[in-house]
């Protein structure tokens, strides 16, 4: 990870840590998320002659989330992403990781018209993208800032709990390769994910629906 970055990633983990730790206090709800699914990366990530499928699997997401209004929370999420060439084009694999501190609303009074055990959160924030190809291009690493911004519908099995469905997007802030054979195997996009999880609540549900 370029040196530049790291003064950046850990002002992000400092202040999600700290902002719930002290947030802790004033409620009892903090959710342990999971969830695996596909995702496909831009077209316009890639230099030329290189392309990856539309569709790639897996995708996971890790979160921690508390919500410390009814409707207001954070969470500190990391997500894994595997993408691969498309059929006769270069062969590569690319690793996509990425680390995110987000605010959450929860718009389950938007959503109204949805059964009742239906509650809709929409996320967004900042993080930290890092690129690792694999095969004949592992020298073409690199890391950029990004933002992620999603949408999920849980329901719910149990007030402990919840069942749901992701779409997020994570737009990448990514600079163009100095040169082209820097971006052979590489990618500097962005990236639509789509999971299905599960989100338990570790401390009681003082805001569940």
Do not use: W
């Not at 995708?59 to 919500?67: A, D, E, H, K, V």
């Not at 690319?94 to 718009?107: E, S």
């Not at 694999?134 to 849980?154: C, K, P, R, V």
């Not at 919840?162 to 971006?183: E, P, Q, T």
């Amino acid at each position: 990870m370029p040196l530049k970055f790291k003064p950046i990633l850990f002002s992000i983990l400092f202040t999600s840590f700290s902002f719930f730790v002290f947030s802790q206090s004033d409620t009892n709800t903090i959710k342990a998320q999971f969830a695996l699914g596909v995702n496909s990366p831009s077209a316009n990530g890639f230099v030329a002659n290189f392309e990856a499928k539309s569709v790639n699997f897996p995708s996971i997401n890790l979160g921690i989330q508390y919500m410390f209004k009814p409707k207001l929370g954070a969470k500190l999420d990391f997500g894994y992403n595997r993408f691969s060439n498309l059929n006769n084009t270069p062969e590569f694999k690319i690793n996509y990781t990425r680390l995110n501190a987000q605010l959450v609303y929860n718009a389950t009074s938007v959503f109204g018209f949805l059964p009742q055990r239906i509650a809709t959160f929409v996320h967004a924030g900042p993080g930290l993208t890092t690129i690792k190809p694999l095969g004949n291009y592992t020298q073409n690493d690199t890391s950029f800032l990004n933002a992620m911004a999603g949408i999920e519908f849980h329901y719910g099995v149990s007030d402990k709990l919840s069942v749901y469905f992701d779409a997020s997007y994570i737009l990448g802030f990514g600079k163009d390769f100095n040169s082209i054979s820097d971006g052979f195997g590489s990618f500097n996009g962005n990236l639509l994910t789509l999971t299905i999880g599960a989100s338990i609540s570790l401390s009681g549900c003082q805001y569940c629906d």
